[in-house]
T-cell receptor, first 109, second 111 residues
Framework: EDQVTQSPEALRLQEGESSSLNCSYT??????LFWYRQDPGKGPEFLFTLYSAGEEKEKERLKATLTKKESFLHITAPKPEDSATYLCAVDQGAQKLVFGQGTRLTINP | DGGITQSPKYLFRKEGQNVTLSCEQNLNHDAMYWYRQDPGQGLRLIYYSQIVNDFQKGDIAEGYSVSREKKESFPLTVTSAQKNPTAFYLC??????????FGPGTRLTVT
């Protein structure tokens, strides 16, 4: 059974303190790994898609990387506006996504 | 302005009543999806449709029904058979790529 596990569940950082979020997955044949940002009470906002081990994508202070078993979302010098829940999902085929539980990130000023 | 709209933002119903959640997209996307999100849990797939007049059950379809009569619209009905209907419901659509794009969500409360 395809599974996606995110850690930690919650992370509190000071502004400017870099860190990483983890997404571990077990899927038979990765067809894509996706990162989303979700603000409270809103729909997820698409960030990145990664397809193969070694691939990296960047957007402002965020960089996503992928290995054969996990993905990391690195946050460099975060600002309070980066506070959100970050969701990871994998394509399990037929364009159906399996989501992790999310990491709730809080950046204190 | 292209996007996905869901209405209403908040919905309140009494137990035993059916309720229909609206999802409309003007992105010309073929595929559309309904998810449910509960506190502390990831999104779970309810139903999806890859083309007009066709749809498939997701992982938690019991107590829900959908229709796809138009490309732009994919309404979800939460029936009285759904045992725990109170949740945040999210609609998404996808074009020929793999990325799904989400609407703003509808928070349903059943008492």
């Amino acid at each position: 059974e395809d599974q996606v596990t995110q850690s930690p569940e919650a992370l509190r950082l000071q502004e400017g303190e870099s860190s990483s979020l983890n997404c571990s997955y077990t899927v038979s044949g990765l067809r894509g790994l996706f990162w989303y940002r979700q603000d409270p009470g809103k729909g997820p906002e698409f960030l990145f898609t990664l397809y193969s081990a070694g691939e990296e994508k960047e957007k402002e202070r965020l960089k996503a990387t992928l290995t054969k078993k996990e993905s990391f979302l690195h946050i460099t010098a975060p600002k309070p506006e980066d506070s959100a829940t970050y969701l990871c999902a994998v394509d399990q085929g037929a364009q159906k996504l399996v989501f992790g539980q999310g990491t709730r990130l809080t950046i204190n000023p | 302005d292209g996007g996905i709209t869901q209405s209403p933002k908040y919905l309140f119903r009494k137990e035993g009543q059916n309720v229909t959640l609206s999802c409309e997209q003007n992105l010309n996307h073929d595929a559309m999806y309904w998810y449910r999100q509960d506190p502390g849990q990831g999104l779970r797939l309810i139903y999806y449709s890859q083309i007009v007049n066709d749809f498939q059950k997701g992982d938690i379809a019991e107590g829900y029904s959908v229709s796809r009569e138009k490309k732009e619209s994919f309404p979800l009905t939460v029936t009285s058979a759904q045992k725990n209907p109170t949740a945040f419901y999210l609609c998404a659509s996808r074009d020929r790529g793999h990325e799904q794009y989400f609407g703003p969500g509808t928070r349903l409360t059943v008492t």
